[in-house]
């Protein structure tokens, strides 16, 4: 158990639906990141908050946003959902905005858009 | 922005030594090299991590050379348990954290 927390653990949604992620972080972790891992493919680096404000920004989609709330939990707002958004959903936290340390992984969010 | 290269996939048998190279020409000064291991729908759970030179632990070594360009992870003895995908990540001095395409490690009894 890695101490970060995810829900949902799977979501099936239809095309043009909304859905949101949440993602808890860490006792104690300031830094929370997001990837999204589509089948086969590897983990795409979305954004990076640290202690409520974004700090790195990656290859986000325009209809994807996020942030992080004064609790120091992340959610990840997807909209006007495409077929190809259908993947694996990682939030990772860390102490070290920088990337010093480990990241510690959720075990994800499996959206399905149909 | 750091890019990194890895091999695709590699296979081994149990009881072998497995180096894993990654390439990261773009590195900044300031930025650390981690490996990740991952299970099929699992998150990554981190293997080790260093900035230069040398650093083991109860699982691996992480050798980086002095340029830095570059870094191997070493998995002494594999067992079938290491059958996975390792990871690669380095940061691109702006906070992006930015994975490698992933190894494929296959290990055979």
């Known amino acids: 158990d890695s101490g970060v927390t995810q829900t949902p653990k799977h979501l099936i949604t239809a095309t043009g639906q909304r859905v949101t992620l949440r993602c808890s972080p860490r006792s104690g972790d300031l830094s929370v990141y997001w990837y999204q891992q589509s089948l086969d493919q590897g983990l795409q680096f979305l954004i990076q908050?640290?202690?409520?404000?974004?700090?790195a920004k990656g290859n986000i989609l325009e209809r994807f946003s996020a942030q992080q709330f004064p609790d120091l939990h992340s959610e990840l707002n997807l909209s006007s959902l495409e077929l190809g958004d259908s993947a694996l959903y990682f939030c990772?936290?860390?102490?070290?905005?920088?990337?010093?340390?480990?990241?510690?992984f959720g075990e994800g969010s499996r959206l399905t858009v149909l | 922005l750091a890019k990194t290269t890895q091999p695709i996939s590699m296979d081994s048998y149990e009881g072998q030594e497995v180096n894993i190279t990654c390439s990261h020409n773009?590195?900044?000064?300031?930025?650390?090299i981690t490996w990740y291991q991952q299970f099929p729908s699992q998150g990554p759970r981190f293997i080790i991590q260093?900035?230069?030179t040398k650093v083991t632990n109860e699982v691996a070594s992480l050798f980086i050379p002095a340029d830095r360009k570059s870094s191997t992870l070493s998995l002494p003895r594999v067992s079938l348990s290491d059958t996975a995908v390792y990871y690669c990540?380095?940061?691109?001095?702006?906070?992006?954290?930015?994975f490698g395409q992933g190894t494929e490690l296959s290990v055979k009894p």
């Open positions: 990540l380095v940061g691109d001095g702006g906070g992006k954290l930015i």
């Open positions: 990772a936290s860390s102490v070290d905005p920088r990337g010093a340390g480990e990241l510690f």
């Open positions: 260093g900035y230069k």
């Open positions: 908050y640290y202690n409520g404000e974004e700090r």
């Open positions: 773009n590195i900044a000064t300031n930025d650390y």
